[in-house]
């Protein structure tokens, strides 16, 4: 891990320290900042595969560095914020985090949710099998899982790495129907769904970016009463 690089950005020294001493102990590179300000400027000087965000920070708050690095990247954004109001936590999904811990936390969680999205992250694209197609089409649908691309009409859009992650799930399980809870194990690698908010505000941004008409999904479709499926016509080959 001595090539994956993280930021952290707090204002409290004691949790920056912390979760450095911890991380570089997993031999990731890590750098920390005390406000949002510094951590949009350090990230435009390195490329970073992971950042953490306070929620409340001085000069620039946690929600809008999120909002404006979303703008550019689609990293794992872990949000980490003193609130435990639902609001919060929906607030720091619909523009774009990855995940949410609320404080005070375990380090060991922390340590385990930031491996979690780095493995997802890193090994979206690929396969342990050379077999498995990097590229899925669908009418009016591009997903490459390689390059980390979906195109919807003809034009790239841009997805998290937890919305790319959730879209590639339902695309590899076409027609399959399947609950929250299980959409939550097998999508953020957890087995106990704290918020059934987590999944439907991603797949509510995710119709917002790949449906036509959000209102009138054709993809990802709504099974009253117990959860969702994915509906596509595959283009031929």
């Known amino acids: 891990m001595e090539n994956i690089r993280i930021l952290i950005a707090d204002d409290d020294k004691e949790i920056r320290d912390l979760l450095k001493k911890y991380l570089e102990r997993e031999w990731y590179k890590v750098d920390v900042v005390a406000n949002g300000k510094e951590a949009l400027t350090l990230f435009d000087m390195n490329k970073y595969h992971l950042i953490i965000l306070d929620l409340m920070m001085p000069k620039v708050d946690g929600i809008e560095v999120c909002r404006r690095l979303r703008n550019k990247t689609n990293v794992p954004i872990l949000m980490l914020t003193a609130k435990d109001h639902e609001i919060d936590k929906i607030l720091g999904l619909s523009i774009g985090a990855d995940d949410y811990i609320t404080k005070p936390f375990s380090i060991n969680e922390v340590v385990a949710r930031i491996k979690a999205l780095m493995r997802r992250f890193l090994i979206l694209g690929s396969s342990g099998s050379t077999q498995e197609k990097t590229l899925i089409k669908f009418k009016g649908l591009t997903i490459d899982l390689k390059k980390y691309t979906v195109m919807v009409a003809g034009e790239e859009i841009s997805l998290t790495a937890k919305e790319l992650e959730l879209l590639k799930f339902f695309v590899s399980h076409p027609e399959q129907v399947f609950t929250k809870t299980q959409l939550f194990r097998n999508v953020w690698d957890k087995n106990y769904i704290e918020d059934d908010n987590t999944v439907m505000v991603h797949i509510r941004k995710l119709r917002k970016k790949i449906e036509m008409d959000p209102s009138d ?20 080959e």
Not at 217 to 231: C, N
């Open 217 to 236: 999904p054709q993809f990802i479709q709504t099974v009253w009463g117990i959860g969702y499926k994915f509906i596509g016509e595959k283009d031929e």
